[in-house]
């Protein structure tokens, strides 16, 4: 049975920086594509990270703009969003999923795997 854990979210204020952390079970990290998305109350699941499962590439949505970084320890089975210079927009509950079937990177319906998320609240 696969299973992502997040965690690392919480309340913050603008400008500070936020690691967070999804843990696998069930499945090899370096055998698929992982990625994070995010949701705000009201808006529909928002692409935000990605990469092979090799790590060898790794893709950002456009808002982005340099300050978070996605990496992986494959030895921990876990995926990081390290996130800085955080925005009082990036308030919302952060997803990790995995294995992409056909469909590009940025797409949640490619992926097959979802944790619950980790709700990160950035104060203005």
């Known amino acids: 049975q696969v299973q992502l854990v997040e965690s690392g979210g919480g309340l913050v204020q603008a400008g500070d920086s936020v690691r967070l952390s999804c843990a696998a079970s069930g499945l090899t990290f370096s055998r698929y594509h992982l990625g994070w998305f995010r949701q705000a109350p009201g808006k529909e699941r928002e692409f935000v990270s990605a990469n092979s499962g090799s790590g060898m590439t790794t893709y950002y949505a456009d808002f982005v703009q340099g300050r978070f970084t996605m990496y992986s320890d494959n030895a921990k089975n876990t995926v990081y969003l390290q996130m800085n210079s955080l925005k009082p927009e990036d308030t919302a509950v952060y997803h990790c999923?995995?294995?992409?079937?056909?469909?590009?990177?940025?797409?949640?319906?490619?992926?097959?795997?979802w944790g619950k998320g980790t709700q990160l609240s950035v104060s203005s």
């Open positions: 999923a995995a294995h992409l079937t056909g469909r590009a990177v940025s797409s949640p319906e490619g992926y097959l795997y």
